[in-house]
């Protein structure tokens, strides 16, 4: 109805100009802004609209928003999903009085801090806390609202724990390099915690990933030849956490198989060949496009790079409402060509999508596909033969062709496109801290979805697993942080006993308790599974759930690398998987 839609496109251009304004706040700090937008002098002006007063003349109450609107113009070839002005939610902007507010709420924060990696995270789940809270008291969601009620941040040790375990471990495997990660007893606890990320101090995966608990026997991996081939995808990306921490294991890895690629050059190579993320919320895939945007020009620049250019990058809004149109069938005409049954499967994906709002990465378009081409067989054999992910592109590229305006028909198309894409490319690593909850918490449409496309029940945890075993290459790795329920509820006993041998195995699992993430009311966990058909025999599982949320990761760093010692409480298990087989409903408690 027009109110809920009124108070929707309002938060929209609010929450729109706050992501602005805080990206170029950081842009400023690390000098890549010539002229402060964001920073205001005595005089009422900022350094952009002082220019534009004393060399164009412009009088003074225009300049500053003025200022403001170029600096925007100037970074949307670069990072259209945040500054791209023709968007409907650039339609309005913040009066003179409101924008100076705006940008002293800006000054209280100390330009140290806006130069780290994670800020824009922490002002992303802050901003939202008063939504986050309304939706708590509520027993049933929207699918509007599923985006910002599962927003919690990740600590970043936690990410780096998970990331380690998963990407920088599939790595080391891959290479037979698993012999070159230090021993327990080869660095203290203290220097584990204390090592710097920086390419100086870190500058190979063994020496970066201190949180890597190294395997007695190491596991199959994927095989790729060149750095390029590898794909790692969160698909509730948020602001991007474990894609910045990726970054970083990713660029060593360049740097190692292929020196050839100068340095200044590698992070626009991640960017464009490594790195994918999926989120409903679109000012969350607005702050991970800049924030990997922001570290990817930093090193570049570290590197002597001074001309970075951004790449178009695979983080993706699945938030889209108005996707079913004219233009869509035009754009899927000129795809399927002469094949009526190609055209008749977009036709269902595009419907699927679209009647069931708060889907996003839950949409499955390769089980429709392969459904269709075991009916049709030839009659599917277009340009693109049996290759989804090649059918998809090219809806991507008419989708881009025929779209050249900033309606909401447009924008959404064309995210339903690249949607389509990322969900039908096969990955190496899957990094998440996934929605939690069903009943009230997952849309009744989302669940009849789930009902009939999805093994498991509705629960957005292990659905959203089921999506990385999907999405994931034989012996890939899934990265989770989870709810704890994952290790007795009786609900879940079929993907316990799946998981514990037959189809993959918990490589890694470590329980944290109640008090990991900031205003969660769930218990949670840290697991890596391998996406395989081989069983695995021994997991490694720690437990950290009697510590405070302040000593927990020292209680890691200690319990996994520290010296045994009578006193020392026992922290690190490795148990045999068939163990958990032994006791009804296999519970890993």
Known sequence: NWESSYEEYIAGVGYTIVNRLAALRCMEVRDFIDDEVTAFRDDGLTPAADRLVTEEFMLEEEAVLEAYRNACDDLAEEIEILFDRSTVYSLIDPDDDTFEDLCGMLDKVSDEVWRGDDVLGWVYEYYNRPVVEALDAKNKLEPEDVGPANQFYTPHWVVRMLTDNSLGKLYLEATGQESAVPEPEALSPEKRKERLVTPEDSPTVPELCTYLIPDEEAGDAPEFDHPSELRVIDPACGSGHFLLYAFDILERIWWKMAPEVPRSEVPEKILEHNLFGVDLDLRACQLAAFNLYLK?????????????????????????HEVSTDLADRVFDEVAGESEATRELLGEIIDTFENTPGLGSLLDPKSSFQKKYKQHGAELDTPHGSDLSALFRDVRKEVRR???????VAADLQSFARLLTVLSQNYDVVLMNPPYGSRGR?????????NSNYKYPPEYYINFFEVGDRVGKENSRISMLVPHSLMYNTSFEDFRTDFIGGEGSFDFLAEFGYDILDNATVGTVGTVIRSADTEQEVGTFVRLSDLSKEKMESGFYEGVFGKSTEEKIRRVYERRLEEFDMISSAPMT
């Open 296 to 320: 990817a020009r930093s090193r570049a620049e570290q590197f002597g790079n001074s001309d970075f250019e951004m790449p178009r990058i695979g983080v993706v809004c699945a938030d889209a």
């Open 402 to 408: 025929h779209t050249d305006n900033g309606s909401f």
């Open 442 to 450: 997952m849309p009744e449409t989302v669940k009849k979805y789930i």
